[in-house]
Structure formats: structure tokens, C-alpha cells
């Protein structure tokens, strides 16, 4: 466990640094970089240089870290899948009786016949007053 918690911060490190890097190499628009001597480590081309090798070593480093966590995280873990809630499913199922008129009918047509045939709710007369006659 303790593995893999330092990992998981050099990993978070590395990341932070990765976006560092990226965010001050000089860009076609401008960018965040810096100029500096035109001579040296730090010139335009040795800047460029120096920029390109740091990002593809962290960017590397960060994708090799990514697979080493990953397989960190998952030893020690059942791969079985769990099958008990497909078992109990299948035998909670509701079941819906079938019309007595029609075996081969849907469980919903006699409901709806009766809502056609006005039998599903009974006239009620309250005294009010009708809005057509």
C-alpha cells in the first residue's frame, strides 16, 4: 500500500512538471516562453532543445507511471463476476395474468378495451352541468 501511495504522488509530481514544461516552451503564436542568450543552454535552440527532451522524458515517464498504477491497483482484486442479482432477477419477475377473453393478447388489451367501452371509470352524476348537450 505504501508503494503505491508514493508512486501515486511521484505521479502527481511528474504531471504537475509536465504541464510546467509544456506551458513555457514557445509556442508558433508567442506562447509563455522566455528569450534568453542567444548562446548557451538556455538560447533559442537550446531552449527548444532542452524543452523537447524534458517533455517527451516526463510525458514517457507519465505514461509508464499511468500502466505501473494501474496494475498496482488492480492485484489483489476478484476478477469473478458477481451473478447473484441476474439469478434474482429472473426469479422476482412480476408476472402479469393474461386476458381471459384472448390468450395470445397483449396484458394490456383489456384494459384498454374497457377504457374504450367507458367501463373503466363509471358515470357519476353530481348535479353539475354538462358542457354540451
Known amino acids: 500500500m ?5 508512486l501515486l504522488v511521484v505521479h502527481a509530481v511528474i504531471a504537475a512538471a509536465l504541464v510546467g514544461v509544456i506551458l513555457v516552451q514557445k509556442s508558433e503564436g508567442g506562447g509563455l516562453g522566455m528569450g534568453g542568450s542567444p548562446s548557451g543552454l538556455m538560447s ?3 531552449a527548444a532543445d532542452f524543452l ?5 522524458i516526463l510525458g514517457a515517464t507519465f505514461i509508464t507511471l499511468s500502466i505501473v498504477l494501474a496494475v498496482l491497483a488492480a492485484q489483489g482484486r476478484s ?5 447473484s442479482l441476474a439469478r434474482g432477477a429472473a426469479a422476482t419477475a412480476p408476472t402479469v395474468p393474461a386476458p ?4 395470445n393478447a397483449a396484458p394490456f388489451s383489456a384494459g384498454a378495451q ?3 367501452q367507458n367501463q373503466a371509470a363509471p358515470a357519476v352524476d353530481n348535479g353539475s352541468v354538462p358542457l354540451a348537450q
Open 2 to 6: 505504501f508503494l503505491f501511495q508514493f
Open 44 to 46: 533559442a535552440r537550446g
Open 52 to 56: 523537447t527532451r524534458a517533455t517527451s
Open 79 to 83: 476478477t469473478k463476476i458477481d451473478t
Open 100 to 103: 381471459a377473453g384472448d390468450p
Open 114 to 116: 374497457s377504457a374504450l
